[in-house]
Nanobody
Framework: EVQLVESGGGLVQAGGSLRLSCAAHGLRFDDVSIGWFRQAPGKEREGISC????????YYADSVKGRFTIYSDKAKNTMYLQMNSLKPEDTAVYFC??????????????????WGKGTAVTVSS
């Protein structure tokens, strides 16, 4: 059974930083493309970043580009989302995901095989 377990969410002031972690069990992150989604209250879930297993390329949504960084630690089989310069509009539940489409500068938001349960991030103004 595959499990993705997120951690690192919390409350932070605008301009601050957080690092989200996602540990995988039953799945090697080396073998699949991985990514992060978020869902703000009253809004649809959106894909914000992914890391391709094919060539190591990354994708970032315009809303987070330049502020967020996705990376993985193969030895720990864990992926991360470093979030800097946080804004109140970054407030959302963040989900890690695995085995998704991430190539040619795009990120698939459908057909994701594995999801974490989410971790909440609240950015106060």
């Amino acid at each position: 059974e595959v499990q993705l377990v997120e951690s690192g969410g919390g409350l932070v002031q605008a301009g601050g930083s957080l690092r989200l972690s996602c540990a995988a069990h039953g799945l090697r992150f080396d073998d699949v493309s991985i990514g992060w989604f978020r869902q703000a209250p009253g809004k649809e879930r959106e894909g914000i970043s992914c890391l391709s297993s094919n060539d190591g390329s990354t994708y970032y949504a315009d809303s987070v580009k330049g502020r967020f960084t996705i990376y993985s630690d193969k030895a720990k089989n864990t992926m991360y989302l470093q979030m800097n310069s946080l804004k109140p509009e970054d407030t959302a539940v963040y989900f890690c995901a695995a085995d998704l489409v991430c190539l040619l500068g795009t990120m698939g938001t459908h057909g994701v095989d594995y999801w974490g349960k989410g971790t909440a991030v609240t950015v106060s103004s």
